[in-house]
C-alpha cells in the first residue's frame, strides 16, 4: 500500500470520528458551547468592568486553549472506554 493511500485512510477514518462524536449531543453540547459561554460571559460580559482590554483577549485564548483541550482528552477517554468495554 502506498503511503498516499494509506494516508487517505487515515484522514478518512478521522473524518468518520469526528462526525460520529457530533451526532452524540452528550458530547457535541458542552464541548462546543461551553468555551462560547464561558468566553461571552466572562470575557465579553464582565471581563471589561474597568480593567484593560487586555482581559478578554487573555481570556479568549485560554478558553481557546480550553475548547481545544477539552474535547481532545473527552474524547480519547470516552473512546478508549468504550473500546475497552466491546
Keep these: 500500500m502506498t503511503p498516499g493511500r494509506r494516508f ?3 484522514l478518512l477514518e ?4 469526528f462526525v460520529e462524536v ?6 457535541a453540547i458542552p ?13 465579553v ?4 468592568r474597568g ?3 487586555a482581559v478578554p483577549t487573555y481570556v479568549l485564548a485560554t478558553y481557546g ?3 481545544v483541550l477539552g474535547p481532545a482528552l473527552f474524547g480519547f477517554g ?9
Design 78 to 86: 470516552a473512546g478508549l472506554a468504550n473500546e475497552r468495554d466491546t
Design 8 to 10: 487517505r485512510i487515515y
Design 51 to 53: 480593567v484593560s482590554l
Design 14 to 17: 478521522a473524518r468518520f470520528q
Design 65 to 67: 486553549v480550553f475548547g
Design 22 to 27: 457530533l451526532r452524540e449531543p452528550m458530547f
Design 45 to 48: 460580559i464582565m471581563g471589561t
Design 31 to 43: 464541548t462546543l458551547a461551553f468555551p462560547l459561554i464561558f468566553y461571552l460571559f466572562f470575557g
